[in-house]
C-alpha cells in the first residue's frame, strides 16, 4: 500500500526523515533528560533545592542551534517544493475536472476518461478544475496534492517511474461522499499506453495525439 | 507603575483650534477630490490614500487627544496599525507575484 | 448566603477608559481593515471594472457626506470642550448638532441606495448578475462596506443619546465626562473610516 | 512575596458565600460581576460543552472503528465532526485558559481587586452563551446542523443546505466575546498591577496572557467580518467569495487563517504560562530564564500573526508567499523550543514533588514536543504538500490543542482547584486518571500520524481497508483516554462536595494567589499587598504545606 512511485516521492520521503530522525533525537533528549531529573532531583534524593536563575550562554545555544536546525529544514523543503513547480516543457498537458464526488480526464486531443491513464516515464502535467466546490487532487503514491478551484486554474506535474494502479483521493473537504471521491491513476508501459492510446482515441473518432488540439 | 496617574492633568482644546482643524480637513476633501479627476495611473490611488492618512492624522492627534494622551496610547496604536499593515503586505505577496 | 452588597470596584479610573474604548477602536479598524484587504485584493484583481463600476457612483453625493461626517466630528469634539468649560447646556446641544449631522448622512445615504437598487443594481440582481465579475464584486462590497458603516452610524447615535441622558441626570458632568469622550472617540472612528470608503468607493477615475 | 491578607488562621467568608449584588442563589451568580464567579461561570458551562464535544469525538472514533457505515451515515458524520471542532475550537479552547483560569487568577495575581470592566466582564460571558446556544440550537433547525468543517471554507459554505447562518453567527458572536475579555485583560494589566509589581515581577502566566489578549484583540475582529461576509453572501447573494460571482475562495482562506492561525496561540500561550507556574512551584526553585520565556511569549505572539498561509501551501499561491510563509514558520518555533529548554532546566537541582499538576505538565511538555515537531515536517514545503488535508495534520494539531493546551487546562485545573474552591481532590485517584488519560490519548491520536504519512486523508466517512488496523487501534485510544477523563472529573467533583479542606497554599506557590486563603475573599485581599520579590521565590519557604495534606 505505501509505495513510493514517482519523481518526487523519493526526495519527499528524504526530507521527512531527514526532520523526523532530527526531532526524534531531541524528542529522546528531552524526555530522558525530564525524566531522569525528576527521579535524580525528587524530593526524597534532593530535598534542598538549588535556585539557578539562567544562563545566557545556554539560552544562546537553544536558540541557535535549532535556528541553524530549523534552516536546513526550510531550505530542503523549499529545493524539494522547487522541483515540484518546474514543469517540464514537453509535459503530455491533461486536464482534470472535478465536481462532486468524482474525477474525469481529458487529454489533449479530447478524449476523456474516468481514470487517469500516463505513460511510464514521462512527465505528465494536469490542469485542475472544478465544476462546482473545492476539492483536492491528491496522489499519495506521487506525493503529491493541489487544491481544485472553480476559477482559479492550478495545476501541477509528475513523473511516474513505475508501472501501476495509484489511488487518487480528494483531499478538500467537498461534502457528502467526499470520502468516496477515489480514482486512479494507472502508469504503463509506453507500448501498452499508445495502443491504449489508440483505441480509445478511435473510438472517439480524434486523431491519437497527445499535442494540444487548436480549437476550430 | 510607571502608568499609575489615574486623574492626570485636563487638556482643554480651544474652539478654534478644531475650527482650523475642521477647516483643514474641508480643505483636504477638496484637493483629493479635484486632483481624482486628473488621470494619473497607478498613482492615483497611491495619491488618494496619501490624503485620507494625513486626514486620519489630523483627526486622531485633535479630534481624538492623541497629543495629549501618554505614550503608551501612541504604542497601541502604532502596533494596530502595524498589525493591519502586516496583514495586508502578506497577503499580497500572495497576489502582487504570479501565483 | 449572606448577601452583603459591596460596593464592588470603588476607584474611577478615567485613563483605563479611554484605554479600553481605544482598544475597542482597533477592533473596530481591524473589522474594517478586513473587508479593506478584501477590496484591495479585488481592485487588484480587476482594476478596469472597478474603475467602470465606480463611474455609477454619485461623487457629490459622497462628498457632501463627507462634509457633513468631518463637521460632525468638529461638533462631537467641541462639546467635550463646552462640557470641560462647564457649559452643559452648550454641550449638550453640540451633541444634538452632531447627533442631526449623523442623520442628514444617513438621509443622504438613503437616497444614494434607493437610486442605484432603482437601477437594478444590488446584489442578487439580474442586472448586476448579467455584469463582469469585477463589478459584481464591487457593488457587492459597496454595499457591505457602506452598509456596515452605516451600522456604526446608527451605533454613534444610540450612544450619544445615552450620553444625553446621563447628561441630564448629571452622571456625566464637567468633572467626570469619560463616557463622553469615549462616545466621541467612537464617533471620530466613523468619521476616520468614512475618511478611507469616500476616496476608495467615489474617486476612482 | 510579603502581606499576607489577613489573619492566616482566622477563615473569612470567601467569594463563595458573598455576592456583589442584593440577590440570593442563582440569581447571586448570573448577576455578578466578581471576576472569580465569572471565571466558575466560564468553567462549568466550558466543562459542559467540552463534554459533549467529547461524545461527539467518541462516536467520530466508533465509526471509523471498520470501513463503510458503522453506527452513521456520511451526513450525520461530517456534522459531527464539524460541531466537534466549532464546540472544542469555539467553546472549549479559545476561552478555555484566559476566560476561566485568567479571569478568576490574573487579578489576583497581580495583585488587583478585580479586572478593571467587572460587567463588560460579565457581558462578554452572556456573549460566550448566546453564541454556544445558537449553536447548540441549529443542530435542532430543520436542515441539520453546519457540516462544513469548522473551517467553514467557500463556496461549500455557500452552497450546503444545511444550517450553516446560525453556526457562523455563533462564531462571530464567540469572537466578540473573546475580543472583551483580551480588552479586559490588557487594560487590567497596564492599570491594575498592585505597588511594586513591576512588569518583571509579573507572573509568567501573565504574561502569557497579556500577549494572548493582544492577538485576541488584534486578530479576531478579522474572522468576525470574514464570517459575516458569508452570512451575507449565503443570506442577500453578495458577490464575496463565491467563484460564480467572480469572489476569490483563497482569499477567503487567506481572511480565515489571519485569524484562525493566531487563534492557536490563544490556545496555547496561555497553556504555556501555566506550565510556567507549576514547575516552579514543584521543583521548588526559580524558573529558569524568566525574561527568555516572558518575551518568547511576546514572540510568540508576534511571529504567530505572520504564517496563516501555511494552511495553505496546496492551494496555488505564489511561489513568493509560499517560500516567505514556511520561512516564517520555522521563524516561529524557535520562541517554543526556547520555552521547553528552559522548563526543563528548571527542573535541574530542584526538589521535585510528583503531584498531579506536575504530571499533566510532564505530559504537556512531551505532547507538545511532538506537535512541535510534527509541526516542523509540516512547515517543510515538499513534505507540506504530502501531508497537507491528510489526518497527519489531525494527529499534529490534537497532540498541540489537546495534547497541549487540554493538559495545560487539566493541570490548571488540579493546580488552583484547592484554591478556588477551598477543598482538596483524592491525589491517588488523579495520578491514576492522568496515567489512564496520557495513555489513552497517545493510543488515540499517535496511529494518525502513520495513517496520514500513508495516505488516508482527512474529513473521510469511509476508508481504504489498509487503513483499518490504524483505526482500531486509535478508537481504542479513544476509550481509554474517556475512561481517564471520566475518572478524573469524577473525582474533581467529588473532591468540590467532599473533599478534605485544602489550607490556604497546599503547594507552597509564591505567587500572590497562595498569599488569599482558600477560596479567596470577595475582593481578595484586605489590603493591596506591595510587592518586593520576583514570582518564583523560594528563599523564604519552609516545605510545604503538603506534605500534611497526604
Redesign the interface.
Known amino acids: 500500500m505505501f509505495r513510493s512511485a514517482s519523481n518526487f516521492s523519493d526526495n519527499v520521503d528524504a526530507v521527512f526523515l531527514y526532520i523526523a530522525g532530527l526531532s526524534l533525537i531531541v524528542l529522546i533528549g528531552i524526555t530522558v533528560t525530564m525524566v531522569y531529573f525528576v527521579i535524580r532531583y525528587s524530593r526524597k534524593r534532593n530535598p534542598v533545592p538549588k535556585n539557578i536563575e539562567g544562563n545566557l550562554t545556554l539560552e544562546i545555544l537553544w536558540t541557535a542551534i535549532p535556528f541553524l536546525l530549523f534552516m536546513s529544514m526550510f531550505y530542503f523543503g523549499w529545493v524539494g517544493y522547487k522541483d515540484m513547480r518546474a514543469i517540464p516543457a514537453d509535459a503530455i498537458d491533461i486536464r482534470v475536472t472535478a465536481r462532486m464526488w468524482q474525477w474525469s480526464f481529458e487529454y489533449p486531443n479530447g478524449v476523456k476518461t474516468d481514470t487517469l491513464y500516463v505513460p511510464v516515464s514521462k512527465a505528465v502535467k494536469v490542469d485542475l478544475k472544478s465544476m462546482d466546490v473545492s476539492h483536492a487532487f491528491y496522489v499519495p503514491a506521487f506525493r503529491i496534492k493541489k487544491d481544485v478551484y472553480a476559477n482559479k486554474n492550478n495545476n501541477l506535474w509528475f513523473r511516474s517511474d513505475k508501472v501501476g494502479r495509484y489511488d487518487i483521493a480528494c483531499a478538500e473537504y467537498c461534502g457528502l461522499n467526499h470520502s468516496k471521491m477515489y480514482s486512479a491513476v494507472q502508469v504503463m508501459e509506453q507500448k501498452d499506453f499508445d495502443a491504449w492510446f489508440a483505441e480509445v482515441s478511435k473510438k472517439a473518432g480524434v486523431q491519437p495525439t497527445l499535442v494540444l488540439q487548436l480549437k476550430k | ?1 510607571s ?6 492633568n ?1 487638556h ?4 478654534g483650534k ?2 482650523f ?2 477647516l483643514s ?2 480643505a483636504f ?1 477638496g484637493i ?2 479635484s486632483v ?2 486628473i ?1 494619473l495611473g497607478n498613482w ?2 497611491v495619491i ?2 496619501v ?2 492618512s494625513v ?2 492624522w489630523y ?2 492627534n ?4 492623541l497629543r495629549h ?2 505614550i ?2 501612541k504604542i ?2 502604532s ?3 502595524i ?2 499593515a ?3 503586505s ?10 | 448566603m449572606s448577601s452583603t452588597a459591596h460596593t464592588h470596584v470603588a476607584h474611577r479610573d478615567d485613563y483605563g477608559s479611554r484605554m479600553g474604548m481605544w482598544l475597542f477602536l482597533f477592533t473596530e479598524l481591524i473589522l474594517f481593515g478586513g473587508l479593506f484587504i478584501v477590496y484591495a485584493v479585488y481592485r487588484y484583481m480587476h482594476q478596469q471594472e472597478f474603475h467602470l463600476a465606480a463611474q455609477e457612483l454619485n461623487t457629490t453625493i459622497g462628498m457632501l457626506n463627507t462634509i457633513i461626517l468631518l463637521t460632525s466630528s468638529m461638533t462631537a469634539a467641541m462639546s467635550i470642550t463646552a462640557l470641560q468649560k462647564g457649559n452643559v447646556r452648550f454641550s449638550m446641544s453640540l451633541i444634538v448638532v452632531t447627533i442631526l449631522f449623523a442623520g442628514t448622512f444617513m438621509v443622504n445615504k438613503f437616497f444614494e441606495w434607493s437610486a442605484k437598487i432603482h437601477h437594478g443594481i444590488y446584489p442578487g440582481s439580474k442586472e448586476l448578475v448579467m455584469r463582469p465579475e469585477g463589478e459584481i464584486l464591487y457593488f457587492g462590497l459597496y454595499y457591505v462596506m457602506t452598509g456596515l458603516h452605516a451600522l456604526h452610524v446608527i451605533v454613534g447615535v444610540t450612544i450619544f443619546v445615552f450620553v444625553l441622558v446621563f447628561m441630564k441626570t448629571g452622571t456625566v458632568n464637567q468633572t467626570a465626562y469619560v463616557k463622553l469622550e469615549n462616545a466621541a472617540l467612537y464617533w471620530h472612528l466613523v468619521d476616520l473610516i468614512w475618511i478611507f470608503l469616500f476616496p476608495l468607493f467615489y474617486l476612482i477615475h | 512575596m510579603v502581606n499576607v491578607a489577613g489573619p492566616a488562621d482566622k477563615i473569612e467568608p470567601s467569594f463563595l458565600e458573598v455576592s456583589t449584588n442584593k440577590y440570593k442563589g442563582i440569581l447571586s451568580w448570573l448577576l455578578t460581576v466578581d471576576h472569580k464567579r465569572i471565571g466558575i461561570l466560564y468553567l462549568f458551562s466550558m466543562m459542559t460543552f467540552f463534554s459533549v464535544a467529547v461524545v461527539f469525538g467518541f462516536l467520530i472514533r466508533l465509526e471509523l472503528i471498520a470501513p463503510g457505515r458503522t453506527i452513521m451515515g456520511p451526513q450525520m458524520y461530517n456534522q459531527l465532526f464539524t460541531l466537534h471542532g466549532i464546540i472544542m475550537i469555539f467553546l472549549f479552547i479559545i476561552p478555555g485558559l484566559p476566560a476561566v483560569f485568567g479571569n478568576f487568577f490574573l487579578p489576583i495575581m497581580i495583585g488587583a481587586k478585580d479586572v478593571i470592566f467587572p460587567r463588560i466582564n460579565l457581558f462578554s460571558w452572556y456573549l460566550f452563551i448566546t453564541g454556544g446556544l445558537i449553536a447548540v440550537i441549529s443542530t435542532m433547525l430543520p436542515g441539520g446542523s453546519a457540516d462544513t468543517g469548522w473551517t467553514f471554507y467557500v463556496p461549500y459554505s455557500v452552497r450546503t443546505t444545511t444550517n450553516v447562518i446560525p453556526a457562523l453567527a455563533a462564531a462571530f458572536i464567540l469572537g466578540f466575546s473573546s475580543i472583551l475579555t483580551g480588552l479586559n485583560f490588557v487594560t487590567t494589566v497596564h492599570r491594575m498591577r498592585a505597588p511594586g509589581m513591576t512588569w518583571f515581577k509579573m507572573p509568567l502566566f501573565v504574561w502569557g496572557l497579556y500577549a494572548t489578549a493582544w492577538v485576541q484583540i488584534l486578530a479576531t475582529p478579522i474572522i468576525g467580518i470574514t464570517l459575516a461576509l458569508v452570512i451575507v453572501e449565503r443570506f442577500l447573494g453578495v458577490g464575496i467569495f463565491d467563484p460564480a460571482l467572480g469572489g476569490d475562495p483563497v482569499l477567503y482562506q487567506h481572511l480565515f487563517w489571519i485569524y484562525s492561525h493566531p487563534a492557536v496561540y490563544i490556545m496555547i500561550i496561555p497553556a504555556m504560562g501555566i506550565v510556567s507556574e507549576i514547575i516552579p512551584v514543584f521543583a521548588r526553585r526559580t524558573i529558569f530564564g524568566y525574561r527568555f520565556i516572558a518575551f518568547s511569549s511576546l514572540a510568540i505572539a508576534l511571529f504567530g500573526s505572520l504564517v496563516w498561509a501555511h494552511h495553505m501551501f496546496t492551494a496555488g499561491m505564489s511561489d513568493t508567499a509560499q517560500f516567505v510563509f514556511s520561512f516564517l514558520t520555522y521563524a516561529v518555533s524557535i520562541p517554543s523550543a526556547i520555552k521547553i529548554f528552559n522548563w526543563v532546566s528548571t527542573m535541574y537541582k530542584g526538589s521535585i514533588q510528583l503531584d498531579p499538576p506536575f504530571l499533566y505538565v510532564l505530559s504537556f511538555i512531551f505532547q507538545f514536543s511532538i506537535g512541535g515537531f510534527t509541526g516542523l515536517m509540516l512547515g517543510a514545503l515538499s513534505v507540506n504538500i504530502h501531508l497537507q488535508d491528510t489526518s497527519f495534520v489531525v494527529a499534529h494539531f490534537h497532540y498541540v490543542m489537546f495534547g497541549g493546551t487540554g493538559f495545560g487546562i487539566f493541570a490548571a485545573m488540579h493546580y488552583w482547584f484547592p484554591k478556588m474552591f477551598g477543598r482538596m481532590y483524592n491525589k491517588k485517584v488523579a495520578t491514576w486518571a492522568w496515567a489512564i488519560t496520557t495513555i489513552g490519548y497517545n493510543a488515540l491520536y499517535f496511529p494518525m500520524f502513520i495513517m496520514g504519512y500513508l495516505g488516508m486523508p482527512r474529513r473521510y466517512y469511509d476508508y481504504l481497508p489498509e487503513f483499518q488496523p490504524y483505526h482500531v487501534a486509535s478508537t481504542i485510544g479513544s476509550w481509554i483516554l474517556i475512561l481517564g477523563l471520566i475518572i478524573m472529573f469524577t473525582n474533581l467533583i467529588v473532591g468540590m462536595r467532599r473533599g478534605k479542606k485544602a489550607p490556604a497554599n497546599p503547594w507552597g506557590g509564591a505567587t500572590l494567589e497562595w498569599t488569599t486563603q482558600s477560596p479567596p475573599i470577595l475582593e481578595n485581599f484586605h489590603t493591596i499587598p506591595t510587592i518586593e520579590k520576583g514570582p518564583y521565590d523560594y528563599s523564604q519557604f519552609e516545605i510545604p504545606a503538603a506534605k500534611e495534606a497526604q
Open positions: 507603575m502608568d499609575h496617574h489615574s486623574q492626570e485636563v482643554v482644546v480651544d474652539y478644531y475650527i482643524v475642521w480637513l474641508l476633501t483629493t477630490v481624482s479627476g488621470n492615483t490611488v488618494a490614500l490624503i485620507a486626514k486620519s483627526v486622531l485633535y479630534f481624538m487627544h494622551e501618554d503608551v496610547f497601541f496604536i502596533v494596530a496599525l498589525t493591519l502586516i496583514f495586508v502578506l497577503t499580497f505577496l500572495d497576489y502582487s507575484f504570479v501565483r
